[in-house]
């Protein structure tokens, strides 16, 4: 079983570039999320899908869009990437139900 | 707001407990998990708890749940050097879009 799958794993911007960074899932979850993950900061929440058609901003949403192209796959994107957007980005799912998160193994982004 | 707090460092040897702490501030939430993120990778579920409940055991892991304190603890019995990574306590509010508000992450650290 694949899980949640995050492509790319690494990538170097310049800044001002832009970029999409994609999430799947495999298991017929209705939610997804993106989170940033930065040192001595746990994780924050950029953006948020609860289920196919539908978006939501989390804590951190600035300088990030997102979209929910279908029930598997939920992308974020960059439009013009800021040093200060320098981290490892993890996407999640979870079937609504009461369920725990299932997370992709990251992209860890570095913009310079 | 919600915020989930953990000290950043905790030092054990290989063969003893492992204690980790967490303190909550949503006294609504529903559930409270603890991810588990060894260098390079993403998270991964380890346990979760339901608020009902006070006391849940999974094989040499225990999770201590104190309501009235908001306090969360994650016990590694006889701890090995595999056991080093870093432990995310994250809870879940209520509500229906399973946002998780997550800690800091305490890393743990096994020496023989």
């Known amino acids: 079983n694949a899980g949640v799958t995050q492509t790319p794993k690494f990538q170097v911007l310049k800044t001002g570039q832009s970029m999409t960074l994609q999430c799947a899932q495999d298991?017929?979850?209705?939610?997804m999320y993106w989170y940033r993950q930065d040192p001595g900061m746990g994780l924050r929440l950029i953006y948020y899908?609860?289920?196919?058609?539908?978006?939501d901003k989390g804590e951190v949403p600035n300088g990030y869009n997102v979209s929910r192209l279908n029930k598997r796959e939920f992308s974020l994107r960059l439009e013009s990437a800021a040093p200060s957007q320098t981290s490892v980005y993890f996407c999640?799912?979870?079937?609504?139900?009461?369920?725990?998160?299932?997370f992709g193994d990251g992209t860890r982004l570095s913009i310079l | 707001g919600e915020d989930v707090e953990q000290s950043l460092f905790l030092s054990v040897r290989e063969g003893d407990s492992s204690v980790i702490n967490c303190t909550y501030t949503d006294s609504s939430s529903t559930y409270l998990y603890w991810y588990k993120q060894e260098p390079g990778a993403g998270l991964q579920l380890l346990t979760y708890?339901?608020?009902?409940?006070d006391m849940k055991q999974d094989q040499r892991l225990t999770v201590l749940l104190n309501k009235k304190d908001k306090h969360l603890s994650l016990r590694i019995a006889d701890t090995q050097t595999g056991d080093s990574a870093i432990y995310f306590c994250a809870e879940r509010s209520r509500g229906n879009t399973d946002k998780l508000i997550f800690g800091t992450g305490t890393r743990l650290q096994v020496f023989p």
């Open positions: 899908s609860a289920s196919e058609g539908t978006t």
């Open positions: 708890i339901f608020s009902n409940m």
């Open positions: 298991m017929n979850h209705n939610s």
């Open positions: 999640a799912s979870t079937d609504i139900r009461n369920q725990p998160q299932h």
